[in-house]
């Protein structure tokens, strides 16, 4: 009787499953899916001589991915249109394992944080001890990025997901934030914590790198897809061209407005608008004529570890060249300490934070527009897989765990 083997069943939302379907005829042709009920991709895979389907070992014939991958099944799943519910992976004739792809690791415990004008949430292992702290920034987005900094606790930090503006008790829109915010997280958390480090993707990037800049207490600073310039801010408005139009800086230090880099709006970009097309946003940053010197991010101050990671195709803006920048003033200035660069090539802008969840979105929504997030759905999955491993081994190598 074929049987259908999951290791481990329940796991963090970031480990890698060992899948194998079992005791089936050799070379028979079988269909393994798997679905979240708003999501589902599935594969066919032609079983070994002993009767064997092992998604580490095997590759499909045909289906939702191509190659050896693990994690196939999960990163390629599409929108169904169905409402949420449990985790599943099936084989037509076979039957069906229901996972638990834990969001909070087991043994981390939750903790909202609102005082000392902080919105946040922290994530930190149980028990007694002091771990090395991790703030966590989001992006353009907004908000908090509780999944990161869950997933972070699981592997002995404690994070603290941040929001800097787009939620209750913060800024609605990312004008002039008084880097002081960043300071005074950093306050509470140190308070809390061991050597701290921050985490920052896209816009949370250039945050992360202008706190480590900023704050001597940041032992170490990882930007994904992040920028080794100040950019100009994200203003109010419910339709893009009025976010860019809104001349005014993201950040502020003591009450002054940071040097920017000021976006452009070439007629692609409107006419991208206008059509309904996706709009690749990286058209409205224009480094044609060079970068402000102000606008530089002076990273070769940060007191510990730096590491950028970007990607080649990225739509949302042109991340490789701005932190190629912070790059080029790391090992120009004879930055002391370690200090990294990857680059990945056919990626999009969505490989920030934890993997082995959809990658199939190349266009999402924005402000009354559709934005193009460039790169393919299979290089932007193992990026992000990447990006995350680094990640924990670089936090863990500068901070200790």
Not at 21 to 42: C, F, I, N, Q, Y
Not at 100 to 126: A, K, S, Y
Not at 379 to 385: E, I, L, S, V
Request: aromatic share 6%; charged share 20%.
């Amino acid at each position: 009787m074929a049987e259908i083997l999951v290791n481990p069943r329940s796991a963090p939302l970031d480990a890698v499953l060992e899948v194998r379907v079992v005791d089936l005829p050799p070379d028979e042709r079988v269909t393994v899916s798997a679905s979240t009920g708003d999501w589902s991709s599935s594969a066919v895979f032609l079983a070994d001589e002993r009767g064997v389907v092992d998604l580490t070992r095997h590759a499909p014939v045909e289906g939702d991915y191509s190659g050896v991958d693990p994690m196939g099944l999960f990163w390629s799943m599409t929108r169904t249109g169905e409402s949420a519910g449990p985790a599943l992976v099936e084989v037509v004739g076979v039957g069906k394992v229901e996972l638990d792809r834990r969001t909070v690791p087991e043994g981390v415990r939750r903790t909202e944080v609102r005082e000392n004008g902080l919105v946040g949430v922290l994530f930190e292992p149980e028990g007694e001890g002091v771990h090395p702290g991790v703030l966590v920034l989001g992006g353009s987005e907004g908000g908090l990025h509780e999944l990161d900094a869950a997933l972070l606790a699981g592997h002995g930090f404690a994070a603290l997901a941040l929001a800097y503006f787009g939620a209750p008790g913060v800024a609605e829109d990312l004008v002039e934030v008084p880097l002081e915010y960043v300071g005074t997280a950093l306050e509470w958390l140190g308070a809390r914590a061991g050597k701290l480090g921050v985490v920052g993707g896209s816009r949370g990037g250039e945050l992360a790198l202008l706190a480590g800049a900023t704050f001597p207490a940041v032992k170490a600073v990882v930007s994904v897809v992040g920028s080794g310039v100040v950019t100009q801010c994200i203003g109010p408005g419910s339709r893009l061209l009025q976010k860019l139009e809104h001349e005014a800086a993201s950040w502020t230090w003591q009450g002054r407005p940071l040097p920017y880099l000021p976006y452009a709006i070439p007629a692609e970009l409107r006419r991208a608008v206008v059509d309904g097309e996706p709009v690749p946003l990286r058209s409205a940053f224009d480094l044609s004529d060079g970068i402000p010197e102000d606008a530089e991010i002076p990273v070769e101050r940060v007191e510990g570890g730096v590491l950028l990671l970007s990607s080649g195709q990225d739509e949302s803006w042109p991340c490789a060249e701005l932190s190629e920048v912070a790059w080029r003033r790391l090992t120009g200035r004879g930055h002391a300490f370690r200090h990294e660069r990857v680059v990945y090539p056919e990626a999009g802008h969505l490989i920030a934070g934890p993997p082995h969840r959809p990658a199939t979105d190349v266009v999402v929504p924005g402000p009354g527009v559709r934005f193009a997030m460039g790169g393919t759905p299979a290089a932007t999955a193992a990026a992000r897989a990447d990006a995350w491993r680094r990640t924990v081994e670089f936090l863990s190598d500068q901070l200790g765990t």
